[in-house]
Structures are given as structure tokens and as C-alpha cells.
T-cell receptor
């Protein structure tokens, strides 16, 4: 099956700086890559996703890049704010059936 | 999103007991999923369903049973609970194969 690895496990940045979280996947047939944000005690919420026919997608301060050849994808958050503090999960799926998640990155944005 | 609800929110039970976690969605989504979330493992798929009466195993199905007699409900049963099944369980749904998942609020299950 698919194996998704996520790095780093924790990330601390100063408010206003950028944050980058990276994920690698093993199944070259995976074609959908969502990112979720989870605040403490809450449900995971989709923040951005990308499909395998696209190399980059941006939504305001958040962007995701995908390198299919290297089998890795990254989340970029610019101009970080304290409310960006949360755990972020990447995931990979083949045809939207089984989803495999990374182990999560705890992002701390220091004011 | 209020469209997907899980019950109960918290449950404490003993080893060997049967326990059922409920998941209900009001969107008529075709796909439904059950995950468990443990520290250091992220979310791991237990079972998923593509439609009523169609279910399939995920990454960690052992010790769990699911059914989907109606589109809106997808209960998860632990037939004989073990301590290793102590976890937070999330249900999710999606409208179609190319739609993102929406998660419920989760059920925190403790097995003593």
C-alpha cells in the first residue's frame, strides 16, 4: 500500500515568516493530495488540495506544490499568523478511495 | 460542518465489550470513511464505503466491523474491545470520487 512520510514533526516560526511542510509518497499511482489543518480537540479541516495533473496551486497565503517525478509535495504558508498554529496533515490517495495520511506537523507561530 | 455528526462524543468501556460508534451525514454523500487517530500515526483508515451495501477494508481493519444499509449512516462496531483500540475515531464523507472529505467532530473512545 501507500506510505506517506511527513517532515518536520514540529515547526516553530516567528509571526510573519514563511513555513514549509514536506511530504513524500511511495505509490506513483496516487493522484490526489489534500492538506488538512487540525486545531486541538477539533476535526481535521481541508485547507488546500492538488491533483496530479497540476504542479502548483495557491489560495491566498497558502500554496501547495507537487513533484510527481520525485513523489513529493509541499505546503507553503506565507506571512504566518498566530492563528495558523495547529497540526497540519498531508494525505495521498489513488482515485479518491483509500486515503493515506502523514503523521502530522505541529506548527507553532510565535507572536 | 453540521452535515456529518458522530455519536457518542465520548465513550468509556471495558475490554471484551462490544461498542458501536455512529456516523450520520445529511448530504447524501456516496463515500464514507472511518479513521482512527493516535499520537505519532496521524489518521489511519479503518474502513470505507463507496455506496450503500458496499464496504472495503482500509489500512487497519482488524477488530472492526462496519455496515452501510442506508446511504446516510455508517456505524463502526468493535465486537470485542481491546485496550489497543483506545483512540479518537473520525468519520468522514465525500460526495463523489473527486470531491474532498469532510470530517465529523470525532469520538474519543477509552477502553479500560
Amino acid at each position: 500500500g501507500e506510505n506517506v512520510e511527513q517532515h518536520p514533526s514540529t515547526l516553530s516560526v516567528q509571526e510573519g515568516d514563511s513555513a514549509v511542510i514536506k511530504c513524500t509518497y511511495s505509490d506513483s499511482a496516487s493522484n490526489y493530495f489534500p492538506w488538512y489543518k487540525q486545531e486541538l480537540g477539533k476535526r481535521p479541516q481541508l485547507i488546500i488540495d492538488i491533483r496530479s495533473n497540476v504542479g502548483e496551486k495557491k489560495d491566498q497565503r497558502i500554496a501547495v506544490t507537487l513533484n510527481k517525478t520525485a513523489k513529493h509535495f509541499s505546503l507553503h504558508i506565507t506571512e504566518t499568523q498566530p492563528e495558523d498554529s495547529a497540526v497540519y496533515f498531508c494525505a495521498a490517495s489513488r482515485n479518491f478511495n483509500k486515503f493515506y495520511f502523514g503523521s502530522g506537523t505541529k506548527l507553532n507561530v510565535k507572536p | 460542518d453540521a452535515g456529518i455528526t458522530q455519536s457518542p462524543r465520548y465513550k468509556i468501556t471495558e475490554t471484551g465489550r462490544q461498542v458501536t460508534l455512529m456516523c450520520h451525514q445529511t448530504w447524501s454523500h456516496s463515500y464514507m470513511f472511518w479513521y482512527r487517530q493516535d499520537l505519532g500515526h496521524g489518521l489511519r483508515l479503518i474502513y470505507y464505503s463507496a455506496a450503500a451495501d458496499i464496504t472495503d477494508k482500509g489500512e487497519v481493519p482488524d477488530g472492526y466491523v462496519v455496515s452501510r444499509s442506508k446511504t446516510e449512516n455508517f456505524p463502526l462496531t468493535l465486537e470485542s474491545a481491546t485496550r489497543s483500540q483506545t483512540s479518537v475515531y473520525f468519520c468522514a464523507s465525500s460526495g463523489d470520487r473527486d470531491q474532498p472529505q469532510h470530517f465529523g467532530d470525532g469520538t474519543r473512545l477509552s477502553i479500560l
